[in-house]
């Protein structure tokens, strides 16, 4: 008599949640949710797609998508978004010194419309003040596919959102992190090693759309300094621990190395950056050679052979990426300069 397990029969229940880098592609749906759970003015919510799409693919404002692969006979569909920004001191000083709610609807609005007040910095200016003083991040918004906050599903999926930001964020010279949110969250914040600024009464008057609040809202923040004086072990702490590049990328090879560590092929990397297989292979021979001059005990015992030496070379490139985040952050000076888009 056979004792051999029988192999379970696959069904197409079967799915798998996965977060990943938030695309141009996204930004129709972070639109319509952003319009349903936020109290956008008309005028924004209908600016907000092509918005998106331009701060998403000029690298203003960075996110991610969490999707259920596998669904409904093996396709996917989205189930939550995340999009963070970071903004200068003149705006930070202004919004602790008068804070108001939804301040993530008004660093979009400014957005729109430029030059109204400080907000969202740009490529150029998230690249120097990475190389020198540091940042100030800003988390916009989170949002389900069901705008239930005490929804049965909505836990596990701020969990993995939230490894997924810490992930995104990692790498930056952080010299603080300022959030304003609904004050039902205030937990999850503290908890998380921020500190509580300010409370915002529901009913207070918002600064743009000529509405007040719905709901009571807090301001959060933490900075730097804080974070090295609280004991180890905080949820936000590692986005703090920061350390200078020594490859010194472009961005085009930051934007091959940063696919490559999310399992994309060449093939796939081509696509995603409009180009060929061809170039997308110079852009690896660049990124060995700027590795070998920089980190040559990385490579030193493989040649500049393809084939299997050269598998191993790109499994070693994209681990150390991997650990060292910083290598795929914008950083004035290291980093081929963009034509402003603002």
Not at 136 to 143: A, E, H, K, S
């Amino acid at each position: 008599m056979s004792h051999r397990r029988r192999r379970p029969a696959y069904t197409a229940d079967i799915c798998l949640r996965r977060a990943r880098p938030l695309t141009a592609a996204d930004a129709a749906l972070a639109a319509a949710w952003a319009v349903r759970d936020l109290p956008v003015s008309p005028d924004l919510a209908s600016a907000l797609p092509a918005l998106l799409e331009r701060l998403i693919g000029d690298e203003t404002v960075r996110g991610i998508c969490v999707e259920e692969v596998g669904y409904d006979g093996g396709g996917s569909r989205p189930l939550g978004v995340g999009l963070s920004g970071f903004v200068g001191d003149a705006c930070v000083s202004a919004f602790i010194a008068k804070p108001f709610p939804h301040l993530e609807v008004a660093l979009l609005e400014r957005a729109r419309v430029p030059g109204a007040a400080p907000g969202l910095l740009d490529i150029d200016e998230i690249a120097e003040a990475n190389a020198r003083d540091g940042l100030t991040l800003c988390p916009l918004f989170w949002l389900h596919h069901s705008n239930k906050l005490a929804d049965a599903d909505s836990n596990a999926l701020l969990h993995l959102g939230q490894q997924s930001f810490l992930r995104l964020h990692r790498g930056y010279r952080l010299k603080c992190i300022l959030k304003e949110a609904d004050a039902r969250l205030a937990h999850a914040f503290l908890s998380g090693g921020f500190r509580e600024v300010r409370r915002l009464p529901s009913g207070m008057p918002l600064c743009f759309a000529g509405a007040t609040s719905k709901r009571e809202r807090i301001v959060f923040m933490t900075t730097a300094e804080e974070i090295s004086r609280a004991l180890p072990g905080t949820a936000i702490g590692p986005l703090f621990a920061t350390a200078s590049p020594r490859c010194r990328f472009t961005r085009k090879q930051q934007k091959v190395l940063g696919a490559a560590a999310n399992n994309m092929t060449d093939r796939e990397i081509a696509a995603s950056l409009g180009t060929n297989a061809n170039a997308v292979a110079q852009h690896w021979r660049k990124i060995y050679l700027r590795v070998e001059q920089a980190l040559p005990f990385l490579l030193h015992d493989l040649s500049a052979g393809t084939g299997t030496r050269g598998s191993e070379k790109r499994r070693r490139v994209v681990a150390y990426v991997d650990q060292h985040p910083e290598e795929l952050r914008p950083f004035a000076g290291g980093t081929k300069r963009t034509a402003r888009r603002r």
